[in-house]
Structure formats: structure tokens, C-alpha cells
């Protein structure tokens, strides 16, 4: 059995069609599928087939190989990350208490405090960076302990193996999101974690043309309570987005490799540069959470943030006058991407409480692509005359 990460991904557990052996694992594009008696659906791939909201191949294909690539018993994927995000929500019950990072990702903190707050669940956010905050709050009963790291925009890290142990001793379970590094440059399973959680459209997709999401467990009580809520609430992605991710998944390595080695010159080169006032990246060996990045990450992935002399106003235009990097929401494409959180990813979260995380009106957050190391920090140099 391969044990190498690129084998892994590119086989992917040896799923090929019975009938056809094709090479890429096909599309099954269809809604049902017949029955030869009443109540005793066709089974295929380790699955019962009867309609594909339940089971659908070309899914259970995609949640064997992002299974694979985590190193997980178990996995789930769904139309979004968010819908990941809601699948979790609804095994929770009124009265139940969550923990979660404080500057987790902005459509997070709105389904938290916008849709399931008011359904009786109830949110703390904490510095999840500082072991005694968690375990601080944990104090108080708590269900669940909702972890993002490295987070996203501020790139704050959180010990998993420390934090998920706070969160086990509390009689809570934990997830991580690991959507920012993925599972090529982090796999919180093993480090204590009880769930993984990632948006597939970020680097396990890697091209910027799906959207979906998943959810990797070794436990099998927690996958089938979170595949009963997966078919329940019809949180699934269609055949077509399953396809792209498992094609994606293919090149997830090479891709790492290359998104890494450039964000560590990009992140040289703005904190060299005397207009830049702060640099958000876990591989600078000033970043706080540096040593602890060293410790469970391969490398220290492709994302990071900046702030620039002068605030908003020249933040803005360094923004508007970078010609590779694209304004655009989302991260993990193989196309270098610029995002201002405080309009756009964060929108949501309420100024004074974006502003007490450290979410700044003037930063910048870079999502860093596979072009030209050279080429990119030519196009940051020329904007950042602007500011």
C-alpha cells in the first residue's frame, strides 16, 4: 500500500469504474437509480444506490479520495464549505454551548451569530492562540470547540494538539478548520481534532471553477450522525463539482509546493518594504505563532496578510492598481488573488467587533498563486508606489 502524500492523491483509494476501468473516474449524472425489488437498492463502491441525494458514485469517489489526502476514516463532502458548516450546526441542540476562535472566517461568525444563535445554540469566541483563554472558557459547559488555523485574515495559529486536548478534558469534541493550509501541509486529525472541516473550493479544488465542501472524521459514530444530517438537510454537491474537486485533488502536492515557495519570497519581499507597516505570515520567525506553525505544518502554505502606511485610503489603491493579482473573494486558486476582509470576506462581522480582533480597515489579504515568484512582487512593487 503507497504511503507517499502524491501517490495517495493521485490514486485515490483505486476507485475505477467496475463497468468501463476508465482511468478518470466518471460522472454519474443522474437522480435515481433502479431497483431490482422493492427495497433492496443496487450496492456499488461499498454504498446503497437508490436516489442520489443519499449515495451518488462520483461523490462517494470525491469523500474516499479527500478521505485519503487527510489521512481520515471518513469523509463527507457537501455544496459549500458552508454547508459543511451547517451540517455540523444541526447535530447541535438548543442549549448547547460553542467555543470558537475570535477571528475565525467572517461566514462563519454570521451563520453563528446570525442564524443559530437565535435557534438557542450559544457562541463564545475566545483567543484560542492562548491555551489558558481556551481553557478558561471551557470551564463553563461546552459542547463544542471550533478551531481555525492558521486563521484567516490574521493568520493567527492555533496549537491543535494542545487545544483539543483542553477541549477532550472539557467533555467537548473539537473540529479544525483547515481550509488555509490543507490537509498536503496539515492534518489535525492527527493531532487530536475529532473533525476536519475544509472548503473544497480553495486548494483542494485549486482552480477556482466549484464550489463545495467537506467534513473528515476517524470516528464512525460522528460521520454517521453527520451523514444522517448531509442527507436530511441535502447539504450534497452534484456529480459535475465532485469531478472537478477529485480532478484537483490529483495535483494537490505540486500545487502546495509552488503556492509556498512564493508566498515565502512575496512575504520577504513586503517586509522589506518601506511602505508596508506589517506583515501577516506564520513563516516569518517574528510571527507569534511561528515555532507552533513549525511544529504541525509541513510548511507555512501560501496566505498572508499586510497592512500598508496610510491606512484605508492607501491600502485601497495599492489594491486597485495591482494588475496580476485579481480583487476577488475566495483563496487557494492556482491565480494570485487580493481580498479587502473588512468589505468583502468579513463584511458581516460588525466593525467594532473586527477592529477588537485586529481586523483592520486597511488590511490586505493575499491569497498567492503559482505564477512567477518575480512577476508577482514586480506587480506588488508598482502598486505599492500608489500608497
Not at 493521485?10 to 422493492?38: E, L
Not at 469517489?61 to 487527510?70: H, N
Not at 459514530?221 to 456529480?239: H, R, S, T, Y
Not at 508566498?263 to 508596508?276: D, I, M, Q, R, T
Request: aromatic letters at 6%; one cysteine or more; a negative charge.
Amino acid at each position: 500500500m503507497a504511503k507517499g502524500f502524491s501517490t495517495r492523491a493521485v490514486h485515490q483509494r483505486g476507485h475505477k469504474d467496475a463497468a468501463s476501468q476508465a482511468v478518470t473516474f466518471p460522472i454519474f449524472q443522474t437522480s435515481t437509480f433502479g431497483q431490482a425489488t422493492p427495497g433492496q437498492p443496487t450496492e456499488y463502491m461499498g454504498r446503497k444506490l437508490s436516489y442520489a441525494r443519499s449515495e451518488n458514485p462520483t461523490r462517494t469517489a470525491l469523500e474516499d479520495a479527500l478521505a485519503e489526502v487527510e489521512d481520515a476514516q471518513h469523509g463527507l463532502a457537501f455544496a459549500s464549505g458552508l454547508a459543511a458548516v451547517a451540517c455540523v450546526m444541526n447535530t447541535l441542540k438548543t442549549g448547547d454551548r460553542v467555543v470558537a476562535c475570535a477571528d475565525l472566517y467572517g461566514g462563519s461568525y454570521r451563520m453563528f451569530t446570525r442564524v443559530y444563535a437565535k435557534l438557542g445554540l450559544e457562541f463564545d469566541f475566545v483567543e484560542t492562540t492562548n491555551l489558558d483563554c481556551l481553557r478558561a472558557a471551557v470551564e463553563k459547559p461546552t459542547t463544542l470547540v471550533w478551531l481555525e488555523t492558521p486563521s484567516n485574515p490574521l493568520l493567527n495559529v492555533t496549537d491543535i494538539a494542545g487545544a483539543t486536548e483542553i477541549a477532550r478534558q472539557a467533555g467537548a469534541w473539537s473540529i479544525v478548520d483547515n481550509t488555509f493550509a490543507s490537509p498536503y501541509l496539515q492534518q489535525p486529525l492527527k493531532l487530536g481534532a475529532d473533525v476536519v472541516l475544509h472548503s473544497t473550493t480553495k486548494y483542494l479544488n485549486g482552480h477556482s471553477d466549484v464550489i463545495g465542501g467537506a467534513l473528515l472524521t476517524d470516528s464512525r459514530e460522528k460521520w454517521d450522525e453527520l451523514k444522517f444530517v448531509q442527507n436530511a438537510c441535502g447539504l450534497i454537491p452534484g456529480p459535475q463539482d465532485c469531478y472537478l474537486v477529485v480532478r484537483g485533488l490529483k495535483t494537490l502536492a505540486l500545487r502546495m509546493e509552488r503556492h509556498c515557495d512564493n508566498a515565502e519570497a512575496v512575504a520577504a519581499f513586503l517586509e522589506s518594504h518601506p511602505k508596508v507597516s506589517r506583515v501577516y505570515f506564520p513563516g516569518d520567525a517574528a510571527h507569534p505563532g511561528h515555532a507552533v506553525a513549525a511544529r504541525q505544518m509541513r510548511r507555512f502554505g501560501a496566505m498572508l496578510s499586510f497592512e500598508v502606511h496610510g491606512g484605508l485610503d492607501s491600502a485601497r489603491r495599492v489594491m486597485e492598481n495591482l494588475r496580476l493579482f485579481t480583487l476577488a473573494e475566495s483563496l487557494g486558486c492556482v491565480v494570485s488573488l487580493v481580498n479587502h476582509p473588512a468589505s468583502m470576506t468579513h463584511a458581516s462581522v460588525p466593525r467594532d467587533v473586527r477592529l477588537s480582533v485586529g481586523i483592520a480597515d486597511g488590511l490586505v489579504r493575499l491569497s498567492i498563486g503559482i505564477e512567477d515568484a518575480e512577476d508577482l512582487i514586480d506587480d506588488l512593487a508598482q502598486a505599492l508606489e500608489t500608497a
